[in-house]
């Protein structure tokens, strides 16, 4: 019998129990993408709170490309030395943390008109209504190399590993996409074609890290677009060649799904008519029977009964929360003192704030209407 507390590898990884923090965007960086103290306090509460690896917020490789205001930068040589002392105080807490690298495309609102937003090809996305530039192979290159520089900044300021954001209607995503990626090069085409671009961001961080850093990604189990999106069948495709490369561990997620939310509560991190709770669990456990290396699931794990049952029916290595522990940082630590410990998280969704995203219930009283 598994126990979700007890110590597990994520390749030659020690992690103290089978916990990770998901990647939050938490707005809380300066403009620039530089971090400051209320970052720190923020991963070291999350550090101390009982989970054994934190993904950091995604952050932008390209200076010019930001889709989120507050998040993380990982453009320059600058930020070595800045993410020093996150990577310090979460590792002083016995905890690890990987860094979370995306670049964000045409899901995005932010500083839409000053800036280019590429995507693999020149196709409406009707969630933002932008329509990117098609990228030319030379800039594809261009962002091939920023993954990988992202990665050795990474390495070089204490990062246990690197995670690639590839699903959530990010770049990645839709050049995963057979509606968002129409291209007939080298980029384009079949499943394995459509995912070359993540194949080669994989060989280039290999060149620029060292042979053993941890690489991870985060997938869509399925784009929920029926045969229009990146389906299951892809994905798992997919997953079976990353676990050939060497990936590290593979999170699975899912959707968004191809709309706004139709109510303000709708969680856009569920399945229509799926489990109510550790949602994409039908799918994940299908992949970590495929492959070798650990399988993360992510989205709506709210209960120990519910995880502990799937750790030991499946092959399923990881749990990862991400609203939960906006709510409450050392829930982890709840439940390790109390299995029964129902989180206050309703799986609102409304986290997503002006100021800094948070939850709801944490809010002063006069925010919070
Ligand atoms: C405020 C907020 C910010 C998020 N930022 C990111 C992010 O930077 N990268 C990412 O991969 N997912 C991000 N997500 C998605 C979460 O990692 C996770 O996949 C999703 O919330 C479902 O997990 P949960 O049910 O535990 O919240 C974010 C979610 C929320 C609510």
């Given at each position: 019998?598994?126990?979700?507390?007890?110590?597990?590898?994520?390749?030659?990884?020690?992690?103290?129990?089978?916990?990770?923090?998901?990647a939050?965007?938490?707005?809380?960086a300066?403009?620039?993408?530089?971090?400051?103290?209320?970052?720190?306090?923020?991963y070291?509460?999350l550090?101390?709170?009982?989970?054994?690896?934190?993904?950091?917020?995604?952050?932008?490789?390209?200076?010019?490309?930001?889709?989120?205001?507050?998040?993380?930068?990982a453009?320059?040589d600058?930020?070595i030395?800045?993410y020093?002392p996150?990577?310090?105080?979460v590792?002083e807490?016995?905890?690890?943390?990987?860094?979370?690298?995306?670049?964000g495309?045409?899901?995005?609102?932010?500083?839409?008109k000053?800036?280019?937003?590429?995507g693999?090809?020149?196709?409406?996305?009707?969630?933002?209504?932008?329509?990117?530039?098609?990228?030319?192979?030379?800039?594809?290159q261009?962002?091939?190399?920023?993954?990988?520089?992202?990665?050795?900044?990474?390495?070089?300021?204490?990062?246990?590993?690197?995670?690639?954001h590839?699903?959530?209607?990010?770049?990645?995503?839709?050049?995963?996409?057979?509606?968002?990626?129409r291209?007939?090069?080298?980029?384009?085409?079949?499943?394995?074609?459509r995912?070359?671009?993540?194949?080669?961001?994989?060989?280039?961080?290999?060149?620029?890290?060292?042979?053993?850093?941890?690489?991870?990604?985060?997938l869509?189990?399925?784009?929920?677009?029926?045969?229009?999106?990146?389906?299951?069948?892809?994905?798992?495709?997919?997953?079976k060649?990353?676990d050939?490369?060497?990936?590290?561990?593979?999170?699975?997620?899912?959707?968004?799904?191809?709309?706004?939310p139709?109510?303000?509560?709708?969680?856009?991190f569920?399945?229509?008519?799926?489990?109510?709770?550790?949602?994409f669990?039908?799918?994940?456990?299908?992949?970590?029977?495929?492959?070798?290396?650990?399988?993360?699931?992510?989205?709506?794990?709210?209960?120990?009964?519910?995880?502990?049952?799937?750790?030991?029916?499946t092959?399923?290595?990881?749990?990862?929360?991400?609203?939960?522990?906006?709510?409450?940082?050392?829930?982890?630590?709840?439940?390790?003192d109390?299995?029964?410990y129902?989180?206050?998280?309703?799986?609102?969704?409304?986290?997503?704030?002006?100021?800094?995203?948070?939850?709801?219930?944490?809010?002063?009283?006069?925010?919070?209407?």
């Amino acid at each position: 019998m598994k126990a979700l507390f007890e110590p597990a590898h994520m390749g030659q990884v020690d992690l103290k129990n089978r916990f990770f923090r998901s990647a939050t965007w938490e707005a809380m960086a300066q403009e620039n993408g530089h971090i400051n103290q209320a970052v720190l306090d923020h991963y070291e509460a999350l550090a101390k709170g009982g989970a054994a690896a934190l993904i950091t917020g995604y952050a932008h490789v390209l200076k010019e490309e930001q889709p989120n205001p507050r998040m993380f930068g990982a453009y320059d040589d600058s930020f070595i030395s800045d993410y020093r002392p996150l990577t310090q105080r979460v590792h002083e807490n016995d905890c690890r943390i990987f860094f979370q690298l995306v670049y964000g495309g045409s899901f995005t609102w932010y500083n839409t008109k000053s800036r280019e937003i590429w995507g693999p090809s020149a196709v409406t996305n009707k969630i933002s209504d932008i329509t990117p530039k098609e990228m030319t192979p030379e800039d594809i290159q261009t962002l091939i190399k920023a993954f990988g520089q992202a990665a050795r900044r990474a390495m070089e300021a204490g990062f246990d590993g690197v995670q690639l954001h590839a699903g959530h209607g990010y770049l990645l995503n839709h050049f995963l996409s057979p509606f968002f990626n129409r291209r007939e090069d080298v980029f384009g085409g079949s499943s394995e074609k459509r995912a070359r671009v993540i194949f080669d961001i994989f060989e280039e961080i290999r060149k620029t890290t060292t042979s053993d850093f941890p690489i991870l990604i985060k997938l869509n189990c399925s784009d929920f677009m029926g045969d229009k999106g990146f389906t299951f069948a892809d994905c798992l495709a997919l997953c079976k060649k990353l676990d050939a490369m060497g990936i590290a561990a593979v999170e699975i997620s899912g959707g968004p799904v191809f709309r706004p939310p139709k109510t303000e509560k709708e969680s856009t991190f569920a399945v229509e008519n799926g489990p109510k709770e550790s949602y994409f669990s039908p799918y994940a456990r299908k992949i970590a029977k495929a492959i070798k290396a650990p399988v993360i699931l992510v989205g709506g794990n709210r209960k120990m009964e519910t995880m502990e049952n799937l750790l030991n029916e499946t092959e399923i290595s990881f749990f990862s929360l991400s609203r939960p522990l906006l709510c409450e940082p050392d829930l982890i630590n709840r439940w390790r003192d109390d299995k029964s410990y129902r989180p206050k998280c309703t799986s609102c969704s409304q986290c997503f704030a002006p100021d800094k995203n948070s939850c709801i219930q944490n809010r002063p009283k006069a925010e919070a209407v």
